[in-house]
């Protein structure tokens, strides 16, 4: 499912543009006008490879230097000296300095469709290159896997529960896990005993393994020194590392801000992109916590007219109590978790939101994340996996 954006084309998605410096308030007042007066219409683009070509190049002349010898036939060690100079001026061979002009530029290789098909029964003979659909695929994953430099943090919140928030985490997480060199953490700070871990191994598994939550992972933190003793406190979803939250319900509801800022201080030792899943509301113990070391945020939505109501309303909290800039650069995705009627107008919703936020991105219905039990991508269909993918670049572009 594509990004919910004015334009759509069939060439590769590109960088998105530089923010707008405006306030979330004025955002805001110009969506609303906007969903007032405007039909909404779409341009379509299209684009051309326009050939080039490579200039000639001339070899340039190398002078000899010469130089009148005296009588007594002796070299003029001024002149020897201008010579060894020019010697070591002048330009380098091309066979040298540009060994790659003689190998020829290979297309890549096409994966699937009647492009790949061609490809594969010609024995690589036949190469079209690439559909215009696999070329935005590759640049999701450059966009995916960019290399940062520091730690970050994402937190996925949301004022109402069950539309999504912690499957968003979870089918995240993994693409991230797919696409990065670096292994990402997932950190569960729902104080109503979240589900995290459970959603992202299985429940069957996780009640097998070893019981460390993030409790456990407070009282020894000053003891962990090292990613191997971090180890015993995470679990581990394939390459997604994960923390559990506490499942007392006594005690998981007492996560302060101080405690969550010394997790998240250990975590960035370890991992440059980090996930909170912060659970339900904006207003418990840890969110100030949260909130503080976020660099950008997810806001989960749904496309029930309660959910969007929250969403908006989440991000004008948000914008009014000091974190203006997290409203802005905030990502709102819409997991399509309940299949709502068609008296509901989706695309109303998708305007109520759009222009009060960096990007739109909607999830569509999918049995394997609507029905609350494991995500694994293998079994979710290629349109959750591709606004999973779209998240996941988002998020790295706002690190960047």
């Not at 070299?75 to 060894?84: H, K, Q, S, T, V």
């Not at 996780?206 to 679990?235: E, G």
């Not at 800022?261 to 370890?270: A, H, K, P």
């Amino acid at each position: 499912m594509p990004i919910i954006t004015p334009n759509d084309s069939d060439a590769p998605a590109s960088t998105p543009a530089p923010l707008q410096s405006r306030s979330w308030a004025e955002a805001a007042a110009a969506a609303d006008a906007s969903t007032e007066t405007s039909t909404g219409t779409e341009t379509d683009s299209t684009s051309g490879d326009a050939s080039r070509e490579e200039p000639i190049r001339e070899e340039p002349r190398r002078e000899s230097v010469t130089a009148a010898a005296p009588a007594s036939g002796a070299f003029p060690p001024n002149a020897a000296r201008a010579g060894r100079a020019a010697a070591a001026n002048a330009p380098i061979s091309d066979f040298i300095s540009s060994p790659g002009s003689f190998v020829k530029e290979q297309k890549p290789r096409p994966i699937g469709g009647f492009r790949g098909m061609l490809y594969k029964l010609s024995g690589g003979a036949w190469n079209l290159g690439p559909s215009a659909k696999q070329r935005e695929e590759d640049e999701l994953a450059l966009r995916i896997s960019r290399q940062l430099q520091g730690s970050y943090n994402t937190a996925v919140l949301s004022l109402k529960g069950g539309i999504g928030k912690t499957s968003t985490t979870v089918g995240v997480g993994l693409t991230l896990a797919e696409f990065r060199g670096d292994p990402p953490c997932a950190i569960d700070a729902n104080p109503d005993s979240g589900d995290l871990v459970e959603r992202a191994l299985g429940e069957g598994i996780y009640q097998k393994a070893t019981p460390r939550t993030i409790t456990d992972l407070l009282k020894n933190v000053d003891n962990v020194d090292s990613l191997t003793a971090l180890a015993r406190y995470m679990h581990h979803a394939g390459r997604l590392h994960l923390i559990a939250g506490e499942q007392d319900p006594e005690v998981s509801d007492s996560l302060t801000a101080e405690e969550y800022l010394r997790i998240r201080q250990l975590i960035s030792g370890y991992y440059s992109v980090a996930l909170t899943d912060c659970g339900t509301g904006v207003t418990h113990n840890a969110m100030s916590g949260i909130l503080q070391s976020a660099d950008n945020l997810i806001i989960a939505a749904g496309y029930a007219v309660s959910g969007a109501k929250r969403a908006r309303s989440t991000l004008q909290w948000l914008a009014s109590h000091g974190y203006e800039e997290l409203a802005r650069n905030a990502i709102v995705v819409i997991t399509d978790k309940d299949e709502v009627s068609s008296r509901v107008d989706k695309d109303a919703i998708e305007e109520h939101l759009s222009g009060i936020c960096r990007q739109l991105i909607a999830v569509p219905h999918d049995r394997g994340v609507a029905d609350g039990d494991l995500v694994t991508l293998d079994v979710l269909r290629p349109d959750t996996r591709r606004a999973y993918k779209e998240i996941a670049a988002a998020i790295v572009d706002g690190y960047v």
